[in-house]
């Protein structure tokens, strides 16, 4: 391994403009002549639009127009769209209803938006919104999964029953059912898994420039994926041909998933600059990004696990309501489906699993993928029904689970997808030693003495990642394929560019990536830039998001560097005057066998541009590859998590004392960035199990509106994790990695919650289980006080 | 945020002039709480008098039996003064609990016990140790000065100039925070000063700061965490919202006044 190759912990080379404030985001790109967009929005959850009057609004000073949905439609912008097909049981298409980017005739949730005000400055849009006067017409708002399917809810889509999307399943049932019947024992569950504000630290922005000169349209937008940004919008909205538009997401401050959906409001932006001629910056607020961006989770779920007198669990069973919000976002239908329901064997030999879904429309803001997307879900089910099962079977948590581990591989669980390798037993087993899970009686006998209620609490969790192989997941119903672009460009001084799909914002590509190209050419790391974030530079890519980076985005850099060496093979064989066969490649040195004739890369890339060596007969100058990559399979990146805390008996405040972290992401390119996202993604599954829930009252007001209200976990509510590793390689692409940017978030919320209810001796407590919660359960449980 | 007029007097008495003429102008001290709901434009205060330039407003002195803040000293200077630290360590605790750093380098003593947020930290300690509230026109004694959410015994025009604190012996804050904003979802004070016997509650009443005179009869025979072992309050009047029931907020009120008077016995 050299300093700079895969393996190594290198610094960050993008941190030195990030911790210096000399990013690039978005709302730091200014246009001259720049106009500022604000919104009006519905103050109302659920309500028709009588009629808008902007009359006032446009004779308030520094106006520059004022629009609304009506001349959207008018211009025939096209509504927004979601992009993966999702069938009901009954084969009936899902139920899309009209999202238009500003709302004409009727609102259906806080924060939709009816109008916008452009103006000279953003204080004189906010003067000028105040005085657009829109007359609603309030109706009832529903605002639970669980009850937006009733009789008596109010309907918010026309022509859509009950509020019903689809009615989604995956499994028998038959043999599903059949086994519970013979099945000695059955532990059954109600969870709620909560729903999350994502937060990112920089909020959503949009800056159009239309040029009346080109017609282009440029549109920079803080976005996981512009080129997909661009194809919808414009395939399906319609704004401009694909050609004419240019999408730029610069440096992107968090994106967690809330930035892979394209929003009304980059929408409206490049809309209205078209119409204003002139360039429009919208910059979100944090109360407008509380509203607006697409929120995570809110799953109602009941679930049933079958086993055998040993513990062997014989089948599981869900039923699952998924709140989509008030539209459907950019790829909200797969989440609760295809990300959720194909993860629910987890790490276990289950025969056969049932699950039953059925997405909703409520007056919310609507819910799409974060951190995990569905995978954080099905392991909260599976880790929750495994625990519980092995406590009212008497059996110790980590053995129930080691008795049903998978063990042969390749593995097909009965709901798709199919485990190519990976070793639980290996990673449940470092993770005991780390945590020193021998010694925990003791320690909870300790911490009763200090009036601590200790418990500890596992999560042996699996995720699909690497998404995903294109024709698989075309035969599920996306839009799209999710497969992965690179382009290598060797620059005739043999430093190098790669361009790639993939997208960074905050992950650390500019240093992986490069650390890939350093160790395979053996040129410094600091010869090496990534270029990623534009359409008109970067071939088609499709963005980051799924943990798929590293095994997708860096498999596609890997298939370009092949061909890079092929060709460079073939310019030194000129420059050395050997066979093409007998040139070697190592350590960005070629060489002819047995011999020691050599030319170093810098040389040969010369050559390949100056082309002196051979003629345009025998070799096309230059030395640039391109690779499209499409992964054979997901990766299963697997691990344990053990989690162990206190209960403060008199006040129901949990601190977590000790947090083990084992993970299997097969080859690391960079432990310290892998380790950072581990702790991140630990951070935000803590903040989901402790802290955060979004509130809605039933009148559909967020009451979780603010940090004020919505508690985000900071540093100090975590303790320092021990992380370690386990390695099984990926066989399903060239490098062997797994991905490991969800991991944390989709292991950490079962162990919390695994740990809790173990020290407080309760069998379910909802998320999150703030100090309250905790201490009411202890109430009704009566807890007997510590010795 | 809208538009307003902004003015910054040298003196109490510019300032007292200028609210005078502004009847709907605010008084600037560390912005912390005014500033947020102008830039939401759920406050629009047509002139902003900023205390910043006024001389004497700061600073904390021991004078004799009681420690006087200056109504614009800020929360990291109270939290940080040695004189303080070194007589009433129970009240120096108080402002270092208050938010973040950003919030303790210009949050101000005058300008929290002005706005008497339900939740926030120095209602407690000064209705907790029976302070003096000094205006430029009187003094009010921390008991009349607290009169409900928000509301206080302050007149139009009246500006805090210092607040006196009597030293004593035994004098501590427990407070649970607010787990997203930080304020006290929860927080006790308890002091002792010769036969004068306080607790102080802050965050959990909805009617604002209020005493336990229940827990301060039973005090009195000895002021220790054992006297009130057993102890509770009624839940009627406890603030209720998504973050904790009326029963929570009066279990913890018990629960903090023992932990309040074991480090105040410590």
């Known amino acids: ?787 | 945020m809208y538009n307003f007029t902004f003015h910054r007097p040298t003196t109490v008495r510019q300032a007292a002039g200028l609210l005078a003429r502004n009847p709907d102008g605010k008084l600037l001290a560390g912005g912390h709480s005014l500033l947020p709901v102008m830039k939401q434009r759920l406050a629009q205060p047509s002139a902003i008098v900023d205390l910043s330039l006024v001389e004497g407003l700061s600073g904390v002195e021991l004078k004799g039996r009681s420690v006087s803040i200056g109504a614009m000293t800020r929360h990291a200077d109270v939290a940080n003064s040695q004189v303080l630290k070194d007589v009433m360590p129970g009240l120096a605790s108080v402002p270092g609990s208050i938010g973040d750093p950003q919030v303790r380098n210009r949050g101000t003593i005058g300008g929290s016990i002005a706005n008497n947020d339900p939740n926030a930290d120095y209602p407690a300690a000064c209705l907790g140790l029976g302070a003096t509230i000094i205006t430029n026109k009187r003094r009010i004694a921390a008991d009349d000065f607290f009169t409900g959410m928000f509301s206080t015994a302050l007149e139009e025009g009246e500006i805090i100039v210092r607040v006196s604190f009597p030293v004593a012996k035994k004098a501590a804050y427990e407070k649970f925070k607010h787990p997203a904003s930080g304020f006290a979802l929860v927080g006790v004070f308890v002091s002792k000063r010769g036969p004068d016997i306080r607790v102080a509650v802050t965050g959990a009443g909805s009617n604002g700061v209020f005493r336990v005179t229940s827990f301060e009869e039973a005090l009195k025979k000895r002021f220790a965490a054992k006297s009130i072992e057993g102890m509770t309050i009624p839940a009627t009047g406890m603030n209720s919202d998504i973050h904790a029931s009326p029963e929570y907020r009066a279990h913890l009120v018990a629960v903090l006044a023992r932990r309040a008077l074991a480090k105040a016995n410590a």
């Open chain 1, 1 to 787: 391994m050299s300093a700079t190759g895969i393996g190594a912990p290198v610094r960050r080379k993008e941190d030195f403009r990030f911790i210096t404030g000399q990013g690039q985001y978005t709302d730091d790109v200014t246009r001259p002549g720049e106009t500022r967009a604000v919104f009006v929005r519905s103050p109302h959850a659920h309500a028709n639009i009588k009629s808008i009057d902007v009359s006032a609004a446009k004779t308030m000073p520094g106006v520059i127009d004022v629009l609304t949905g009506a001349q959207l439609a008018t211009d025939k912008i096209g509504n927004l769209i979601c992009g993966w097909m999702i069938h009901s049981k009954d084969g009936s298409p899902m139920k899309m209803a009209a999202h238009p980017a500003l709302a004409a005739t009727k609102v259906n949730c806080v924060g939709d938006a009816v109008a916008v005000v452009i103006a000279e400055t953003v204080a004189q849009g906010k003067d000028a919104a105040e005085k657009v006067k829109v007359d609603y017409e309030v109706l009832p708002a529903v605002v639970d999964p669980a009850k937006a399917q009733a009789k008596d809810a109010p309907q918010i889509h026309p022509d859509i029953a009950n509020n019903t999307i689809y009615q989604w399943h995956l499994g028998e049932k038959k043999d599903v059912d059949a086994a519970f019947a013979a099945a000695k024992h059955v532990t059954k569950l109600d969870i709620v898994n909560n729903r999350l504000v994502p937060n990112a630290m920089e909020p959503r922005a949009a800056l159009a420039d239309y040029d009346a000169g080109t017609d282009n349209l440029t549109l920079w937008n803080t976005s996981q994926n512009p080129h997909v940004a661009r194809l919808v919008i414009s395939a399906f909205i319609g704004m401009a041909p694909e050609h004419k538009l240019r999408v730029i997401a610069p440096d992107v401050g968090g994106g967690f998933g809330s930035k892979i959906f394209i929003y009304p409001e980059e929408v409206v932006c490049l809309w209205a600059s078209r119409k204003v001629k002139r360039p429009v910056k919208w910059t979100s607020d944090r109360s407008e990004a509380f509203l607006t961006d697409a929120h995570g989770r809110d799953h109602v779920t009941h679930a049933e696990l079958a086993l055998d007198a040993n513990g062997k669990i014989l089948a599981l069973r869900a039923k699952t309501i998924a709140n989509l919000g008030a539209y459907m976002s950019t790829f909200s239908s797969s989440v609760p489906t295809y990300l959720y329901a194909t993860l629910l064997s987890g790490q276990y030999n289950i025969p056969s699993i049932y699950c039953e879904v059925d997405a909703v429309y409520t007056n919310t803001a609507p819910v799409d993928a974060y951190r995990g997307a569905g995978r954080p879900e099905a392991t909260f089910v599976v880790e929750r029904l495994v625990e519980v099962a092995a406590r009212q079977m008497g059996i110790d948590p980590a053995d129930l689970r080691r008795r049903n581990f998978i063990t042969a591989f390749p593995h097909q669980t009965p709901v798709i997808m199919a485990y190519d390798g990976g070793d639980y037993n290996a990673s449940l087993k470092k993770a005991m030693e780390m945590a020193d899970v021998k010694g925990f009686a003791k320690r909870k006998r300790d911490a009763a003495r200090n009036g601590k209620l200790r418990g500890l609490g596992y999560s042996t969790y699996i995720e699909a990642c690497g998404i995903a192989p294109s024709q698989a997941v075309g035969s599920l119903g996306a839009g799209v394929g999710l497969w992965e672009s690179a382009e290598v460009r060797v620059n005739p001084t043999g430093s190098v560019e790669v361009l790639t799909g993939s997208h960074a914002h905050g992950q650390g590509h500019e240093t992986t990536f490069a650390q890939l190209v350093s160790e395979r050419l053996g040129i410094p790391i600091e010869n090496v830039s990534i270029v990623h974030g534009d359409t008109d530079k970067v071939q088609f890519g499709m963005g980051t998001y799924g943990s798929r980076s590293g095994a997708v985005g860096m498999s596609a850099i890997v298939k370009a560097l092949d061909k890079i060496e092929i060709k460079a093979k073939k310019v030194a064989a000129f420059m050395l005057e050997a066979a093409e066969g007998d040139i070697e490649f190592k350590d960005g040195k070629f060489t002819v066998a047995g011999t020691d004739k050599s030319a170093a890369f810098g040389d040969v890339a010369l050559n390949a541009y100056i082309a002196h060596k051979f003629t345009g007969a025998e070799l096309e100058p230059g030395l640039k590859e391109t690779s499209f990559y499409d992964p054979t399979n997901f990766t299963f990146p697997a691990g344990c998590h053990i989690c162990e805390l206190d209960v403060d008996i008199e006040t129901g405040k949990v601190d977590i004392v000790n947090w083990t972290a084992v993970d299997d992401f097969g080859t690391i390119i960079n432990p310290m960035i892998v380790e950072g996202q581990v702790h991140g993604g630990i951070a935000q599954g803590v903040g989901q199990a402790l802290m955060e829930g979004a509130y809605y009252d039933a009148n559909g007001q967020l009451v979780t509106g603010s940090m004020m209200d919505y508690t985000m976990p900071r540093a100090h509510d975590l303790p320092s994790f021990h992380v370690g590793l386990t390695e099984t390689k990926s066989p399903s692409n060239p490098l062997g990695m797994k991905g490991c940017g969800e991991a944390g978030a989709i292991a950490s919320p079962a162990a919390v919650i695994n740990a809790i209810t173990d020290a407080i001796g309760t069998e379910n407590i909802a998320m999150p289980a703030t100090a309250s919660a905790v201490w009411t359960a202890l109430q009704k449980l009566q807890a007997p006080k510590a010795a």
